[in-house]
């Protein structure tokens, strides 16, 4: 929702580009730090109670959130929103990664991400019917209406029974840069490009439209249909993380969010925005459901969610400078071609560091 309510908020506070852009920065300083922290409870005290607790605080503050007066108390709740949320991420894809078949593991768990894409097409449409007519507030207490999922979770979720396994097990971090040491340097530097790119394209889509002399209301037009070409870009990479393998999936997938990134920038007729940004959004969030497939697979399950936690928080690190970054770059009147063609950048060493560091995880 933050990306569509920033332009409402940008007009409405009047915040300079650089406000606006550390109110998506502070969310994921929130998310880095949710990300470890919940990876290390979640291999503490299990899967089940982490993912309930972050949950709630996750849909708690993004309610709260609509009754912000100004930046001030914007950027507090947005930063415990962010801990819920990052903290979510990593323990939900290891829950489901422990419960899943071993022959279908990949699959199950970038079905799961795709997810993310069925939100943000919601969240797109809200923007699109919600905020014109009844301004971001509504639109917002609308978005944490999944709060109320936390009572279906506490139901009927169970604990993983591998962790009931390896429950009372001393977590070992420094395995992280010793036994797993390659894994976790392709990792970090994965999850670092990724993010990065995600949240500096992705939550300044509507405003660089805006920027770009197209209405409000035709950004959030132009961003629900890109927004659309998420759900196959998963489906997609969930049928090629069994078919390829985790690792080759994953490498040709953000090689052409690359590309589509650098085409996106260039564009600069509303066809070619459409076409380019679609596919931006296909091959990224298909990269994103290969990456959390294969994150959890490259640790044992006594430092599985913290792996993964540590891999997705350090990932944050660049989500939280891109926002900020880009707004910076906005502000100082740095063409769009410059600003996507440093996300292409990005992807690609985190491609190389990927093939020279990374195992495939598909056959352990």
């Excluded at 730090?33 to 309930?52: C, N």
């Excluded at 914007?74 to 929103?81: E, N, T």
């Excluded at 489906?235 to 090689?255: D, H, I, N, Q």
């Excluded at 990005?346 to 495939?360: A, D, P, Q, S, W």
Aim: hydrophobic share 55%; net charge positive; proline share 4%.
């Amino acid at each position: 929702m933050l990306s569509f309510i920033l332009v409402a908020l940008r007009k409405e506070w009047a915040l300079t580009a650089q406000e606006a852009g550390l109110l998506g920065s502070v969310n994921l300083i929130g998310m880095t730090i949710g990300a470890a922290l919940g990876g290390y409870l979640a291999d503490k005290i299990g899967r089940r109670p982490v993912f309930l607790m972050t949950l709630v605080c996750f849909g708690v503050f993004s309610f709260g959130s609509a009754f912000a007066s100004g930046l001030g108390s914007m950027l507090i709740l947005r930063f415990l929103m962010g801990l819920g949320l990052g903290a979510e991420l990593p323990v939900a894809s290891t829950l489901v990664n422990e419960f899943a078949p071993p022959d279908k593991k990949g699959r199950i768990v970038v079905l799961l991400e795709s997810f993310w894409a069925a939100g943000w097409i919601l969240a797109a449409i809200l923007a699109y019917f919600v905020i014109p007519p009844f301004g971001w507030r509504t639109a917002v207490m609308i978005g944490a209406i999944p709060v109320l999922f936390a009572f279906w979770v506490r139901r009927a979720v169970p604990e993983s029974p591998q962790f009931g396994n390896h429950r009372g097990r001393p977590i070992k971090l420094s395995e992280l840069f010793t036994t797993y040491k390659r894994e976790t340097i392709a990792l970090w530097a994965v999850w670092f490009a990724i993010a990065f790119s995600y949240y500096g394209m992705f939550l300044w889509l509507p405003s660089i439209l805006v920027e770009k002399g197209f209405s409000m209301i035709q950004s959030f037009r132009y961003v629900l249909l890109m927004t659309l070409a998420q759900l196959p870009g998963y489906f997609t990479a969930a049928y090629f993380v069994e078919k390829w393998g985790r690792k080759p999936t994953l490498s040709v997938f953000l090689v052409l969010s690359g590309g589509m990134s650098l085409g996106f920038g260039l564009s600069n007729s509303i066809s070619m925005l459409l076409l380019t940004g679609s596919l931006l959004s296909f091959f990224n969030l298909g990269a994103w459901g290969a990456l959390y497939a294969y994150t959890p697979e490259n640790y044992p399950t006594e430092i599985r969610a913290v792996g993964t936690g540590f891999a997705a928080s350090f990932g944050r690190i660049g989500s939280v400078i891109a926002p900020f970054l880009v707004g910076a770059m906005v502000q100082k009147d740095i063409g769009h071609t410059w600003i996507f063609g440093m996300f292409t950048v990005v992807i690609i060493i985190g491609t190389g560091m990927l093939l020279l560091f990374g195992k495939e995880t598909k056959v352990r």
